[in-house]
């Protein structure tokens, strides 16, 4: 019948047509699968953009941590006029003393060393501070700062800062403990309105410095910034020799096929 005859022809035609698809080359189901160097070259594009925005973010960083040290110095420079006009009054006080009992006063010169000493906290913390400023004033993203001379001034003047303010330092006043003692009494003998409540012999306490927190901040700030930079340009280099690499196979494998033909 016709109708058997057509579906033997028709699964002849299968047949052949299958065994068509069997005799295709392999190499055409290779166009199918990624090109490894096309992948490379996007990682690159994505590591490259990545590394601007960063670059850029934390040049916007280092901007905003050089316009809180300029608000720094000025607390700074707020704090050290307060033992400097305590200490000038007490070496007024203390010359007038010196001068009703016919004793010799103290010279400017004497007395200028003698506000330097006692303002030795405040003036270490304008020493950092402007270092600070010197450190992050270039506005680029820099592997050098903590081996620059002015980042390392900084660090220096940190534990000498702590150690006067913790030990020799802690209250305000330039005098010695027994000239203290007399300048008190006199305060106490020039003193008119006995129902105020104060007592001269209290000494105020000084104020924190505050640039050993705002130095803790930078560093950690540039240690953080400098260690994520560090990491990118790794992954960047590590990219590009794998590319390198890659692309060295490929023309060894070429000169290998050139040389079977």
Request: some cysteine.
């Amino acid at each position: 019948p016709k109708s058997n005859h057509n579906t033997t022809m028709g699964t002849t035609k299968q047949r052949k047509n299958a065994k068509k698809d069997d005799d295709k080359p392999a190499d055409k189901a290779g166009d199918v699968r990624p090109d490894v160097g096309a992948q490379l070259d996007r990682a690159l594009l994505a590591l490259d953009s990545n590394k601007k925005a960063m670059t850029t973010l934390y040049v916007q960083w280092r901007t905003q941590l050089l316009r809180m040290s300029y608000l720094i110095m000025l607390v700074i420079m707020h704090q050290l006029q307060q033992p400097t006009t305590l200490c000038l009054k007490e070496v007024k006080e203390w010359n007038e003393i010196r001068k009703n009992s016919m004793e010799e006063p103290y010279s400017g010169f004497q007395a200028t060393m003698m506000v330097l000493d006692d303002a030795m906290v405040e003036i270490l913390g304008l020493i950092c501070g402007i270092c600070l400023i010197l450190t992050l004033r270039p506005p680029v993203l820099n592997f050098r700062d903590f081996s620059t001379n002015t980042f390392a001034i900084s660090c220096f003047c940190v534990p000498a800062i702590g150690y006067f303010y913790h030990f020799e330092k802690q209250y305000l006043g330039c005098l010695e403990d027994q000239d203290y003692d007399i300048l008190v009494n006199y305060r106490r003998q020039a003193q008119t309105d006995a129902g105020d409540g104060i007592d001269p012999a209290e000494k105020q306490k000084r104020a924190f410095p505050i640039i050993i927190v705002f130095h803790m901040v930078v560093t950690i700030a540039l240690y953080f910034m400098q260690t994520q930079a560090k990491k990118t340009d790794q992954n960047i280099y590590e990219m590009l020799k794998l590319k390198e690499e890659l692309t060295e196979a490929r023309q060894g494998s070429k000169k290998g096929s050139k040389k079977g033909d």
